[in-house]
Structures are given as C-alpha cells and as structure tokens.
C-alpha cells in the first residue's frame, strides 16, 4: 500500500523543528489572540495581508509603471536623448513626490480624511481639521522642491551644452 | 552586480515591439520585471527590520510590563496571558523619563519602519505566487510560516498605527490583540530569522549577484539604481519620522510634527496648556461632582476611612516633583512642575506610616478602560508620586484632572489616574 503513495519529500529535518517550535508558540497566542472575537481577528489578520498583496501593491505598482511610461514618452517625444546612463533622469523627479505624498496619506488617513475627527476634538481638546491643510502643504512642498530641482537641474544641462566646444573629440 | 546599479543591455527588453510570449500570471517568474528585485536587495531591508523589529518587540514587551498588569485585575487587560507574561517585573519609578522614551522609541520607530516593510513586501511578492506551492513538507510549513509573519507584521503595524489615531475600528480592545498579536507575529519572526539571516549575510558579503528566483529572468529597463531605490525607502522613513518625532517634545519642536496625532501645537496656552489625554467633556466629568461643595477625597486604609476636602488637603504638606505625561500612543509633553501632597503621606494618614503598601485608585470618571487604576508599593514610596493639585504653578484645570490628579515618574499616562475620588491603600 504505502508503495502507492507518491514520495513526499520531507526537507531539512532542523527546519522542521523549528517551525514546528514557532507554531507553537504562534497556537499558544494565537488562541488568546481569537478568544473574544475569532472570526473578526482572523478575517483581519489574513484580511490585511490580501489587501496589501493584492490590492495595495499592484496598484502602486500599477500606478508607478504608468507615470514612468508617461514621462518617458514626453521624453522620448521632446527628444532628449537616450543615452543609458541618463535614461531615468526626470521620472524621479515626479516619482518621489508622489510616493512620498502617498506615504502619507496611507499612514495618516484617519486623522487626515477627518474619520476620527469627533472623538479627536473631542477626546484630546486639538483641532481635528488641520490634517488635510498639513497633507497638502506638505505635498505641495514636495512637488514644488521637486520642480525646483529639475528646473536646477535642466538650466545646469543647458549651460553645460552651450559651454561644451562644438567640435566632438 | 549586488551593490551597482542594474548594469548591462537588457536583451528580453524590447520596448516598441509587443511581448507576444509575455506571461501573463503573477506565478510565472516572468511576470515580475523590476530589475530592482534580487537577494542583495531584499537582505539588505531584512536587516534593517530584523533591527528595528527587534527594538519594537523589546519595546512593546516593556511597555507592557510598565502597566503592572500582575498587580492588579484593573491594570491587566490580557488575564489570559499565562506563559507569555513570564518576565514581568515591578515596574521602576527610575529614572521618570523611562516610559517617556520607551513608547517614545516604540511608536515612532514603527511609523518610521512602514517605507521599510513595504519595500521589504514588494522585494519578496514574486514569491507569495511561486509554484510548486510545495517543494517539501518543510517547504510547505515554511509558506504557512510565511502567512503568519506577512499578516501578523501587517497585523501589528496596523493596529499600531490606527489605534494612535483613535481610530478603533479593529476588532476588539487594542491591548489584547496588539500584545497577543505580537506574540503571533514574533513564533513567524524568529523562526524567519534563524532560516534566512545567514544567507542574507551571505548575499551582503559576496557582492556578486547571486542566482535567485527574486531576480527577474525577463527584466524591465532600470528607471531606478538598487542604491536610489533603498534612498528612497529611507527618505520615506526620514519623512515619517520628521513629522512624527517632534510629539514627544513641547515647544517649537511639537510644531514639526505635523501630521502626528499631537504635533502641530498645544491645546491650550499658559500652565495648563499642554497635551489632554481625554477632556473633562469626553470623560463624562461632571463640573457639580468636582466643585469645592461636592467633592471628597476618600481615603481607607488600615485604619479606616478618612474623607478630606480639598482645602484640607492645601493644608497638607506640599511637594513638587517635575515630570512628563507619556502616553501608550506614543507622545509625550516635556516635564511638567506638578504640586500636591505626597501619596506615601496619605498612606500615612490611614495607618501606613513607614510601609506604604499598593494603592488602588479610582475616578470620577463613568466610563473608559483605566478609571481604575492600581500603582505598586514601590510607586507610592516614591516621594515624587503625588496626588497633584496644581500644575506650573496654577490650580489644575478641568481636562488635567481638577480637583486632584495622581503623577507617578516613568508611570504610563493613563495610570496617573485624573479627578481622582477614592484612594484604597492596602496590599492587592
């Protein structure tokens, strides 16, 4: 009988113990961790783990590849050119603004979307309302730095371009 | 090439010509073309969270240990902990800043590790497809191992981060499944350590890339170096942290904290103006029970009960004692100067003249988790614990607790209990 069965192979033996010791210990809170409400935690617990893989992640990531695309066709289109090494030069420029704002807004969504605004006024004696002024003057500032720093940059280029000898080695 | 930039001509890449062999599922190791994903990547993140991680558990367990939650029912939200509260200890009343800088460190490192994690995440997300779903039985352990730690670091990051923006929409009280839930996480977290440090260190010495199945076989064109992107990653941090630190400082530097849940400013200007907790409104506090007619402190010990107004209690000795307000949520005020009579005097009062034992406390709040609220004997001794009656020089307002308020040094915030009015002193 047991020749029927197609050979499992087991794999480390030393790694076996381990986890077995870490799942353990995890069953041990695990079931505290379930005791008063199984059903929500559980849903939270694997709920927050999908939402990041297959929600959040493929979004940004979705996102990102779309601006980059996007400068690189008005790249390719004013016709800056292609060498490698400078190939990524202005995307960051409006990648790390974004991101960064996102960032942000991820981490600080209840206090800036004004969700919690009752019982924060209320609870700590604060104005609730100033998250999403900051939000924004905070994101503004960083595209603005971030413009700043491309128009720095650009100006250096065309300098540089006008200085540079006409004639070519 | 672990360190450089992604060097090389990328021949799979062909940009104006459409990918007719693309794959089109996430488990095929094509489908994922960042050239920024590879072992010396990804060991790089991982040790920076084994660090940081490290740092917030150790904190967090401390933390814990600082509500005393062995003293007494009304301090332990967590009554089934069993094994697991195994190190508490009697928490210190030295030196006072010692909870201030503890949550202090546990909060704001875990904002400042979410760019982290999340990088940490997206270096590894070709692996949450991979296929076979098993090589071996102890392949298969270690993926379920894997679900534990993703959702269980998510878990805590997220409760974390919602429970200090008074946002309790998780299921449950805060305390139970952040401490239950870091255990969970820490059985996946040590177990992931002990089978991948060693060849994360390994792809951090040899600097050679070495083959792996996070290196994409169909790479993209870079838009990004390795080293850009890991700068990226830290200035998402540094953004974090600079608009969060700030909280635990009064002054110009709480106003750099402008997304934080007590940056920005304080509530109220002059002695009383620092950082609330919870207001006298939010507490149910009602302004007939706390006036100089209706108010009394209830004092019982050994020697019965002793029931005091407050203009007897002016007429006890007064100490002051400088000490901060530190909150579980992660901000704290600078020192305050508090005035009031020393809680080993009122031991003494009802027949506890050189042995203060424990006290238990109680408010005249209705409702909230710590209305009641027990302190330790070596809390009471301490001769900076007071039951506080004035604050920088002026009566105590309402939000701080008038008429009387306890102030224990390194004591959580909420164990300084506000509008106190029963004292029960006697071992718990």
């Known amino acids: 009988m047991l020749r ?65 695309r996007g400068l690189g066709a008005v790249r390719r289109r004013v016709g800056a050119p292609p060498t490698p090494s400078r190939q990524w030069g202005r995307v960051p420029y409006v990648r790390v603004p974004a991101a960064l704002s996102g960032l942000l807004l991820l981490v600080w969504f209840p206090l800036i979307s004004g969700m919690v605004e009752r019982r924060y006024r209320f609870g700590t004696g604060l104005p609730a309302d100033v998250f999403l002024a900051r939000w924004l003057l905070i994101t503004a500032v960083l595209f603005g730095g971030s413009a700043l720093l491309l128009a720095l940059r650009l100006l250096r280029l065309r300098r540089a371009a006008k200085h540079r000898p006409p004639v070519v080695h | 090439m672990g360190r450089a930039p992604f060097r090389g001509v990328v021949p799979a890449y062909r940009r104006n010509m459409r990918d007719l062999d693309a794959p089109r599922l996430p488990s095929s190791p094509g489908f994922w073309r960042s050239p920024l994903r590879g072992p010396w990547f990804t060991s790089v993140l991982g040790l920076v969270l084994l660090v940081g991680i490290t740092v917030l558990f150790v904190t967090g367990l401390v933390s814990y240990a600082a509500y005393n939650p062995d003293l007494s029912p009304v301090n332990d939200k967590t009554p089934g902990k069993g094994i697991l509260g195994f190190y508490l200890f009697a928490w210190p009343t030295d030196p006072h800043w010692l909870y201030r800088l503890n949550q202090g460190v546990h909060v704001t490192l875990g904002i400042t590790l979410i760019p982290v994690l999340l990088a940490k995440l997206w270096s590894v997300v070709p692996r949450l497809f991979a296929l076979p779903p098993a090589r071996s039985l102890a392949h298969a352990l270690e993926r379920i191992s894997l679900l534990l730690l993703v959702g269980g670091a998510l878990f805590q990051f997220v409760t974390g981060v919602l429970n200090v923006q008074l946002d309790y929409v998780f299921p449950g009280s805060f305390y139970p499944l952040h401490f239950y839930g870091a255990w969970v996480f820490f059985a996946a977290f040590a177990v992931h350590v ?37 700068w990226f990653v830290g200035g998402g941090s540094l953004l974090l942290l600079a608009t969060t630190v700030g909280q635990n400082f009064d002054g110009p530097l709480r106003r750099t904290a402008l997304l934080a849940p007590h940056g920005g400013g304080d509530p109220g200007s ?127 307002s309402p939000d701080h607790g008038h008429p009387a308020r306890i102030i224990v040094p390194a004591a959580p915030g909420v164990l300084n209990t506000k509008w106190v009015a029963r004292m029960t002193f006697g071992d718990l």
């Open chain 2, 194 to 230: 002990l089978l991948r440090l060693p060849a994360a260190l390994r792809n951090l010495r040899h600097l050679r890339e070495e083959r792996s199945d996070l290196v994409s076989p169909r790479p993209a064109e870079p838009t990004v170096s390795r080293r850009g992107a890991l």
């Open chain 1, 4 to 68: 029927l069965l197609p050979r499992v192979p087991i794999g480390s033996p030393l790694q076996l113990l381990l986890l077995a010791c870490s799942f353990a210990l995890a069953a041990y809170a695990g079931v505290r961790l379930l005791a008063d409400d199984w059903l929500g935690v559980a849903l939270w617990f694997v709920g927050v783990a999908l939402l990041h893989d297959l929600v959040l992640l493929p979004l940004y990531a979705i996102a990102d590849r779309a601006a980059v």
């Open chain 2, 270 to 396: 002059g002695p009383n103006g620092f950082q609330i907790n919870k207001t006298a409104a939010y507490a149910g506090i009602d302004a007939a029970e706390t006036g100089e007619d209706a108010w009394r402190l209830v004092v019982t010990g050994r020697t019965g009960t002793v029931r005091l107004r407050r203009d007897e209690l002016l007429r006890l000795p007064l100490y002051s004692a400088a000490l901060p307000i530190a909150c579980v949520e992660g901000w704290s005020t600078s020192d305050q100067w508090w005035r009031g009579v020393r809680l080993r005097d009122l031991a003494a009062l009802v027949g506890y003249d050189d042995d203060p034992p424990d006290v238990f406390v109680e408010s005249l709040q209705r409702s909230g988790a710590f209305r009641k609220a027990a302190l330790r004997a070596n809390q009471v001794a301490d001769p900076r614990s007071l039951l506080a009656l004035y604050v920088n020089g002026e009566e105590l």
